[in-house]
Each structure stands twice: as structure tokens, then as C-alpha cells.
């Protein structure tokens, strides 16, 4: 099983998302019968096994083993991955461009952006599970505080400078070819406000209420 499984092709994107079988695939994250699924779910068994056969067909589940019980042979199945991703591709006529924006500052970029990671990464992941080789990647995630919208400007300016510096130095124009046997990569260096929880949003409107 897949710690996460990008989903690119539309037909596979739609089954997933009917919320029956979105909970089927919560739940065969554990190898389990349509018998034990039915209890689990509440709805009879031969629904489960339509929704079950539509997962199947669409590579999201797959058949771990088989069951004799009298004159009936019952299928255990599991989910193929513990949590799955739509990947832009599924939409290609629909799906963000980063070149339509290209300004560091555009929130619309950033999402462009986001979107093609998840399509890249998918496309990456699945051929690195063929040839059976670790995908070599990095990543930063953390938080900061900012004082001011200007301490914001004068950090995101310093870290374009410093990220500019760094690829300016380990850059290799000339080698990135077959024959120089360097190997292209994608950075990206993403910066936004978090997201508020309830309890931050309640603050807040609570330190404003005081101010008035």
C-alpha cells in the first residue's frame, strides 16, 4: 500500500469521489470482505460490492486474497493507498498554468504552482515504483510570525536573493544532458499565511471587540 496515491485519470477521479466509496476506502485501509465492509457501512452487501467493483476497475482497490466458505468464495480487498490526491491532470483542459501568472506575488501562482507539484510528483512517484528506486526529494514546512506587512516584503526579498544566490552557485547549465549525466530538478519555494483555526479566529475577534 501507497502511503499516498495521485490520481490523474478523470474516470478514477469521479469514482472516488462519490462519498460512499470515499468511505469504503477509509475503511479498506485494512484489508476486509464486502460482508465486513456492509456491517461497517450500513448498506447490504450487494451494494457494496457494485461500488467495491467500480474501486476495482478503477485501480483504487485491489484483491488481497481469497475466501472458500462453502460454495461461496469470498474476495478480501484493500485499499491501495492510505490517502489519495486528484491530481490537475485529471482536469487538463481545466487546469492552472503557472505561466498565466508568473508573478511571485500572485496568490493564483501559488496555487498554479501547488498544482503542478501535486501532477509532477504523481507522475514521478508512479515511475519510480516501476523502476523500484527511491525518489530523491526535499522539502521545507514550518511557520513564522511576521511583525509587519513590511518585515513580510523585506523577508520574502532576502529569501529571493539568498534562494538566487544558492542556484546561481550549484547550477550546472551545461551538464544537465544525457551525455553530461546531470539531472534536471524543480524548486519551488512557497510562503503564505496559515490558515486560522477557530479558536485564533475567536481570539482575534475577541481582541477586537476589546479595542472597540
Known sequence: MLDIEVIEDPAAAEASLDP?????????AEPASATQLAGRVGLPRQKINYHLKALERHGLVELVEERRKGNVTERVLCATAASYVISPAALASVAPDPRRFADRFSAFWLLSLAARTVQEMGKLISGAAVARKKLASFAIDGEITFRSAADRAAFAEELGVAVTRLVDKYHDGGSATPAGGGRKHRLVVVLHPALKTPSTEQAASGH???KD
Do not use: G, Y
Not at 460512499?20 to 479498506?28: G, M, P, V, Y
Open 208 to 210: 477586537t471587540a476589546e
Open 20 to 28: 460512499i466509496r470515499t468511505r469504503i476506502l477509509q475503511e479498506l
